[in-house]
């Protein structure tokens, strides 16, 4: 069964600092890994999406990527702000097809300004 | 904004009665899921469907059926709702990029009392 973990449960840092979220998971065997954001009492927004022969994917000041043979991911945040305070959750797709994700239990984030 | 709306939004019950969440979707998407949000559990998927009438269960998929009758709705019921199904749930729908790529509604918070 796969399972997926997130590493730091919770995390805060001043505001400007760059910063790495780790995701791990059990069976190298994926169709993709995405990454999430949820701010309170809302739902999740999806942010990046890796394939599984891709390395890395980009946006804006977040840059995902994918070690698919150790079944390790991370999520780095450039320049952080306090809008980027939220959970950030990571979750892989083992098929690709209609079985849906594993999720880990997510990183809590907190931007001090 | 991928067109997903889920209701009741907010909803009190009691302990035994049925209820009815509805994930309602405005561009065709094919895959269809329902999953649970629950502290120290993260997400876990309850059933999804891959087109009309075509369903499967997932992890957490006792004390729940599901129905899909047209595209465009997917339905989770409670047959008689227990404390233990007190939890927050979201419906999402996997892109038409044909990337695997999953998008959540806003989720319906169901309070069992």
């Known amino acids: 069964k796969q399972e997926v973990t997130q590493i730091p449960a919770a995390l805060s840092v001043p505001e400007g600092e760059n910063l790495v979220l780790n995701c791990s998971f059990t069976?190298?065997?994926?169709?993709?890994l995405q990454w999430f954001r949820q701010d309170p009492g809302k739902g999740l927004t999806s942010l990046l999406l890796?394939?599984?022969?891709?390395r890395e994917q980009t946006s804006g000041r977040l840059n995902a990527s994918l070690d698919k043979s150790s079944g390790r991911s991370t999520l780095y945040i450039a320049a952080s702000q306090p809008g980027d305070s939220a959970t950030y959750l990571c979750?892989?797709?083992?098929?690709?097809?209609?079985?849906?994700?594993?999720f880990g239990k997510g990183t809590h984030l907190i931007i001090q300004p | 904004d991928a067109g997903i709306t889920q209701s009741p939004r907010h909803k009190v019950t009691e302990t035994g009665t049925p209820v009815t969440l509805r994930c309602h979707q405005t561009?065709?998407?094919?895959?269809m899921y329902w999953y649970r949000q629950d502290p120290g559990h993260g997400l876990r998927l309850i059933h999804y469907?891959?087109?009309?009438?075509?369903?499967d269960k997932g992890e957490v998929s006792d004390g729940y059926s599901v129905s899909r009758s047209k595209t465009e709705d997917f339905l989770l019921t409670l047959e008689s709702a227990t404390s233990s199904q007190t939890s927050v749930y979201f419906c999402?729908?996997?892109?038409?990029?044909?990337?695997?790529?999953?998008?959540f509604g806003e989720g319906s918070r169901l309070t069992v009392l």
């Open positions: 469907s891959y087109g009309v009438k075509d369903t």
């Open positions: 890796i394939q599984s022969s891709q």
């Open positions: 999402a729908i996997a892109g038409t990029g044909g990337d695997g790529e999953l998008f």
């Open positions: 069976d190298s065997a994926i169709y993709n």
């Open positions: 561009e065709n998407h094919r895959y």
């Open positions: 979750a892989v797709n083992p098929g690709g097809g209609a079985d849906g994700l594993t």
